[in-house]
Every structure is written in C-alpha cells, then in structure tokens.
C-alpha cells in the first residue's frame, strides 16, 4: 500500500468524532477532498460496507495526484472548541498565502473565502491559518464558517489604509466614532452572517495599531480608524481562544448581532493607547463574554446601543448580556462601562466573578441629556478589585454628541442597578455618583461591600448628587442618598438565579484534518 494510503488511514483512525457529511460528492470537491477522512470515518461507522467503498474510492483518488505531491504530503489533525463543527477545510495558503510578515495576503484571504462560502449549505467550512505572519489587509467572512488560527499563526494588520475598504457609518451613531462621514472597515469583518467562529489555539491577531495612533493624535485621519474585528447583523457568532494586540482601536465589536459568545481571549493594549476598548457588545441581544484577561487603554468592557438622536431612532437596545471571570487591567478607564453610547437602551446585564487591578472604576454608568434611553436591570456580583481610583462611578453629564442636533429633552433613565459582594484594596474613593439634575438615578442598591483605603484618600468617600438608593452592610460609610438598611439587608441587590437564552449556547469539541 502506498505510503500516503497508510498516512491517510492513520490519520482518520485518530480523528473519529467528526461530524456527518451530508454527501460523499461534498467530499470530492476541489480543494476541499483532504478534508474527507471525516466524512470517511463517519461513513464507515455507519456501515462497514459503504465505509470501505467510500475508502477505496478516496484511495484512488489519492493515487491520481501527481507522484510529487504524495511524497511531500502529511496529514495534520487538530481539535478546537465550536458551538458549530465544519465539514470542509481549507488552508490560506492552498490559495497563495504566504506568512512570512512582508507578503500581502489581502487576496488570499479573500479567495479562500469567496471559494468556501459555497458549502454554507454542505456541513459549512473552515479556514486554516498555518504558523507564520500573516499580512493583510480587511477581509470579509462568510456564513457557516470558522476562522481557525495555529498557535504559531499571527494576522498581521496592514497598516496601509488603502487595505481598508470605507463602508458607511453605522446608522445607530450617524457618523464615525473618529470623524464625520465614512469608516474603514476593521480587519476581520462580516455583515449578514449566521453562524461564524472565529477562534484558534490562541494564535494572535496584531492590528499593528501605534501608527493609526499616531495618525490620530496628530489629527492626520479623515476616517474612523478601523477595529480588529467587527460583526454587523448577524446571529450565532463565536469569537474565542486568541490573543488580540495592538488594535488600532475598539478589539470586539458585535453590532445588531444576536446569540454572540466571547471566550477565551486575551486582549493586549498599551495602557495610553486611544479608545482601544477590549470587547463592545452593541445594540446586541444575548451576549455571554467570560475567561476574558484584558488590558486596555479604555474600557474593558463597554456595553453600547447607539448614540444620542441616531440611536433613539435606530431603537435596538442591549440586551441579556453576561460577562463573567473578567480580569482587566486599565488604569484610565472601567473595568466595565454601560455606555457612553446607549441611546437605544441597555437592560438586564449580569456581571460576575470580576478582577481588577490598577483601573479607573469598576463598574461605570456614562450617560448625558440628549442621550435619551435607558440603563436599567444591571446586577454585579463578585467583584475583586486592587488599586482603584473608583469603585463605583456613574456619570450624568458625559456629553460628547455626534453632532448638534440631538434633542435636549431626551433624558437617559437610569434605574435598578445592583452591585454586592464586593471587595476593594488601595482605593483612592468609594464612589462618584453624579445624576441629572431633576431626573436623578433611581433603584440602586449596593450591599455586602468593603472597601480599603489607599494612603492618597479623598477626604471625601462619597460624592453623590441626583441619586436614590438603598446599602447594606457597606465599608465606609456611603452618601445620605443612600440610605443605610443595617445588616439585615445584606440580602439586598440579589442577583438574578435563571439563565439566559446565551446559556443554552454551548460549545463542542470539532476535529479537522488538512492535507500539508
């Protein structure tokens, strides 16, 4: 028998729980044939006579590619974590990819892409990115489809902006976050999707991002500067197990998406970056972000639903999000900020099992008349937080509008919000809790906290205006505004006990093989 005959069984004997094919014709198809052991192995459990005619006719096919390729050939087994399994493979560099960090491969990625994106219907597809570095420029994905990065792999951003598309701005903002007018699109990029993966064995994806810093500073830009990865539209989206570095801005940012799991990432920024938030769930319903180390040069985690008149008219809120085993380190910004942007409304964000050290505040409320919205039905639990200007700060009069045509009787509510179990060290002050003037923030309730005291202490622990509430068991002693239930309230603030639709959304082990 002939060598690679022999890899080829081996291989498939190693890799025998994948998934169903729904046609041997799917696995005699162009580029895709090396992705057939699976279909082969699942065969072949079905029936032992099929499995061995399916083999023999994959071992002829073997036996008609040229005598070079059989000698210089090996299979490459690999398993990975998915809400959704593929059955057909590909290597970026099977479409003229080359990682040696100087060659563009804009196209490449492209190609590859555009071709796979014919078996969205036929088990769906995943493409390899081998060792290497890769340079490209944006790239949009597909549906049914996972972008699968090697430990060794590292996605380079171009840092030429003729490499980002201008796409418009999102109708929730009204124009870019940077400037007026049109945005260039972030280096991973999809819109209208169902069912993406974008994951890796921790492979990096470096945005390069210091000279659109640069840029920025000096005011050289006339567009928003592009994310790393941005998701517009779409539901089922899977994005985990990679390190995110250097982005040119916002990492993560699932916009008008249903159905999203962040997992597993570490997110990497210098801590005076600009506005390089780690991930930004906007105007999304049913989000979970867990197991998430992130150190950044804004927020951690911004929860966002569009800004000022654009977002009140755009109207999608944020919605059933839980963010969980959070480690963030950002010494200008929150651990987790809901807003500035949330003008279309954010309720019912569960955080727990937060760290933080060396960072702005823990959790944050921004907000401004003219935003308009709501925040409401927010719960924290387990927070652990070291060296801290704040720990709890809400804010009424972020401003910062997109234009000046947002209308000032659009006041933001701001109600139900519920922080326990809190333990804090070298703190500078306990809180800043400004409302608005008139229409001060209600329901908020804080109980079962400590907090201890940097040598640097404000003087003043609480500073509180335009706000209502009750604590429990509370270390210092919180503002009058607050009014002290006694400890026969620690029960207070309780965080919710169901689950979220997101829950339901689990992960499972998919295994792929490529020919090499």
Partial sequence: MHINMLIFVQNYINCLEFQDSPSVSAIINRRTWFSAPMELWTSARRSKVIGVRVVLVYLVLLCTIGVESRKSSKWDCFEYAAVSCRVHSASVSDFGGVGDGTTVNTEAFQAAIDHLSQFSSEGGSLLYVPPGRWLTGSFNLTSYFTLYLDKDAVLLGSQDESEYPLIEPLPSYGRGRDADGARFSSLIFGNNLTDVVITGANGTIDGQGELWWTKFRAGELNHT???????????????????????????????????????????????RSPNTDGINPDSCTNTKIQDCYIVSGDDCVAVKSGWDEYGIAFGMPTKQVVIRRLTCISPTSAVIALGSEMSGGIEDVRAEDITAIDSESGVRIKTAVGRGGYVKDIYVRGMTLKTMKWVFWMTGNYGSHPDNNYDPNAIPVIQNINYR?????????????????????????????????????????????????????????????????GPGKIGACNYPEDNLPIENMEVQTCSSMLVT
């Fill in 225 to 271: 500067r592009p994310y790393l990865i941005e998701i517009m539209f779409s539901t089922n989206i899977q994005i985990s197990n990679l390190t995110l570095i250097n982005s040119p801005s916002w990492n993560v940012h699932p916009v008008y998406c249903s159905n999203v799991v962040v997992q597993g990432l570490t997110i990497l920024a210098p801590v």
């Fill in 421 to 485: 179990d809190v333990v804090a060290e070298n703190v500078t002050m306990a809180a800043r809790l400004e409302g608005i003037a008139g229409d001060p923030f209600t329901g908020i309730c804080i109980s079962n906290v400590t907090i201890g005291l940097a040598r640097n202490r404000k003087k003043l622990q609480w500073n509180c205006s335009d706000v209502a509430g009750i604590t429990s068991e509370v270390t210092p002693k919180p503002c009058d505004l607050l009014s002290d239930q």
